[in-house]
């Protein structure tokens, strides 16, 4: 029996290959069976087995309990953050699986199979080669099981530019009427939503944002051309800006005399830049606030009072 085929199908799939796969490439059910019995497949789930030589990974076992039963799972709520990244599971944390129609699936230990009545988002995205839902549906879920954690995880999908605040207004708008958890969680947020339109290159400029978010500054901008350059975050109207300060940015010498430069070049187009660190905006916040609240009133802005 030539096993090649198997092999090939299963690297695209962690290792995986399906009973009904396998008979696609001419596997017999009861050569299927021979095949598990003498262990060159080992049987995850009925019908779902992996290849001899793959090594057991998370991935595996998701992927395993997304094609359980009929194949057509979706990873969903904590797995499906895991997958876009946002997530780290927990070594005793269920898979979560969203599965479609009306048939229950029989309970499967370490697995967690979601019947949901609401649809909507639920056409799934290839992540890591696992079908998981979309990133919208995705912090919807995450909220209904964390909801502490949704500020977090949605800053980690606006610096990966996964997601923007339209998109997630527009998808609590679609699942508003079902009665879903997470639906209070992300009005909360999007209701105290301190960041700007565009996505943030770090968690650092997020941080900025959310600080100023908190404060009665004038409506900002981030990511301003400026030239050839551009700034982080700041006020065209008043030419203020604001730039964030991490590590990232200054590792060899030439980052330096670039970074000079720039602020050489802000300057003589009549721009003010004050640079904080991380160590400013998360230990000196009022330091931070002051120090812009000083550069908006030097340029005209009566905003702020007395």
Do not use: C
């Amino acid at each position: 029996m030539d096993l090649k085929p198997l092999h090939q199908r299963a690297a695209n799939q962690h290792g995986l290959i399906t009973r009904f796969q396998a008979a696609e490439l001419g596997i017999s059910q009861s050569q299927w069976h021979r095949l598990n019995n003498r262990g060159l497949l080992l049987p995850i789930y009925p019908n779902v087995s992996a290849i001899f030589g793959f090594p057991p990974t998370w991935h595996q076992s998701v992927l395993a309990a997304v094609l359980s039963g009929d194949g057509l799972g979706i990873a969903s709520h904590r797995t499906a953050a895991a997958l876009w990244g946002i997530w780290t599971p927990k070594e005793s944390e269920p898979i979560d699986i969203i599965k479609l129609g009306r048939k229950r699936m029989t309970p499967v230990v370490g697995v967690h199979f979601h019947h949901p009545r609401d649809h909507e988002d639920i056409a799934p995205i290839k992540r890591e080669k696992i079908r998981t839902t979309s990133a919208a549906r995705t912090l919807l879920d995450f909220a209904a099981v964390e909801p502490y954690k949704l500020p977090l995880a949605t800053e980690k999908m606006l610096i990966n530019a996964d997601i923007s605040r339209d998109r997630l207004i527009a998808a609590v708008a679609r699942h508003s009427e079902r009665g879903r958890s997470g639906i209070g969680p992300m009005r909360d947020l999007l209701a105290t939503w301190p960041y700007a339109s565009k996505p943030a290159d770090s968690v650092l400029e997020l941080e900025m944002q959310r600080l100023l978010g908190r404060h009665e500054f004038p409506k900002f901008e981030t990511q301003i051309p400026i030239g050839p350059f551009r700034a982080d975050l700041g006020w065209p109207e008043w030419k203020v800006a604001s730039e964030t300060d991490g590590w990232g940015k200054y590792e060899r010498r030439e980052d330096f005399e670039r970074l000079a430069k720039r602020d050489i070049y802000f300057q003589t187009e009549g721009w003010l830049i004050a640079h904080f660190t991380w160590r400013d905006i998360k230990g000196r916040s009022r330091y931070v606030v002051q120090t812009l609240r000083d550069l908006l009133r030097s340029r005209g802005y009566t905003g702020f009072g007395y």
